[in-house]
Structure formats: C-alpha cells, structure tokens
C-alpha cells in the first residue's frame, strides 16, 4: 500500500466525512470530543425579551423552522418582590413543555433558571411557542429568554 498524505489528496481522491451518505439533508457534524461525533440537526438561538412580569402573561414567540426545542434560558434583570415567578412553557397545540420557577427569595439581576423539555416540544414551521407568567411578581421586571432549537428535517 502506497502511503499517500490526506492534505495532498485532491480531487476525486478526495471523501466525503463518515456518516455522509445517510445523514439528512441540512445535518451537520458535530464532534463528540473522543474521535468521533453525530450528525444532527442544525441549531439555532431565539431570544426574547418579556417585559414587566409582575401580572399574569401569554407571550408568544413564533418559530422559524421545523424544529425540536432543546433547552430554555431565563435571566432576571433585577431582584424581584412579591411571591415566585412561575412560567409555563407551551406549545402550538397548548400542551405544557415544563414550567420554570423564578424563585423570589435571594432573587438578584442576573439569576439564570433553566428547562430542558423532554415532551411536547416539536414545532411544524412559522408557529407559535407559549410563555405564560402566572404574575406572582410584584415589581415591573423584565426576564430575558434564550429558546435553543435543534432543526428537524420535514
């Protein structure tokens, strides 16, 4: 066997990556740090911005894609008063994702709460995903979401 370098491969001697005849059209590579790695759906970032939390609220952020909701990331923009912030995460259909509970007490600028959905949490292109705040704030304070969403092929 002749032993040839890869970086001086051109041409047709050239391979696509492991994986690629399979993988569905828009999947990329991503490496799992021990040599090897998964082909998956390309992610992407929503953020939002909810606005006075203290009062019940259904915000509704429309979703670009086909895709399946990951993760959710919430940030104070300052310390809250009243009771406990509760969100529930819905989707198109009104079927809850989880909820994630901004606790009062301690509360600061900067606190990060966290859902990672195990159900209800695939969307169909250019619809809605539901964020319900039950008002047990009483201070006018706004929450930053991040929705991370992982694209599923149609």
């Given at each position: 066997m002749v032993n040839v370098r890869h970086r001086t491969l051109?041409?047709?001697?050239?391979?696509?990556?492991?994986?690629a005849d399979t993988a569905s059209s828009e999947d990329v590579y991503v490496a799992n740090g021990s040599g090897s790695g998964?082909?998956?759906?390309q992610s992407l970032l929503l953020s939002t911005k909810l606005t006075d939390i203290s009062g019940a609220f259904g915000r509704y952020v429309p979703i670009p894609l086909t895709c399946k909701v990951v993760h959710i990331t919430t940030a104070l923009s300052a310390a809250i008063s009243?009771?406990?912030l509760v969100l529930t995460v819905k989707n198109t259909a009104g079927a809850s994702m989880g909820t994630i509970t901004v606790t009062q007490s301690g509360s600061a600028a900067g606190d990060i709460d966290t859902l990672t959905p195990t159900g209800n949490n695939t969307f169909t292109a250019n619809t809605p995903i539901e964020i319900e705040g039950d008002g047990g704030p009483s201070s006018h304070v706004d929450l930053d979401v991040t929705i991370l969403?992982?694209?599923?092929?149609?």
């Amino acid at each position: 066997m002749v032993n040839v370098r890869h970086r001086t491969l051109t041409g047709a001697d050239l391979h696509e990556p492991k994986g690629a005849d399979t993988a569905s059209s828009e999947d990329v590579y991503v490496a799992n740090g021990s040599g090897s790695g998964v082909w998956k759906g390309q992610s992407l970032l929503l953020s939002t911005k909810l606005t006075d939390i203290s009062g019940a609220f259904g915000r509704y952020v429309p979703i670009p894609l086909t895709c399946k909701v990951v993760h959710i990331t919430t940030a104070l923009s300052a310390a809250i008063s009243g009771s406990d912030l509760v969100l529930t995460v819905k989707n198109t259909a009104g079927a809850s994702m989880g909820t994630i509970t901004v606790t009062q007490s301690g509360s600061a600028a900067g606190d990060i709460d966290t859902l990672t959905p195990t159900g209800n949490n695939t969307f169909t292109a250019n619809t809605p995903i539901e964020i319900e705040g039950d008002g047990g704030p009483s201070s006018h304070v706004d929450l930053d979401v991040t929705i991370l969403l992982e694209r599923v092929n149609s």
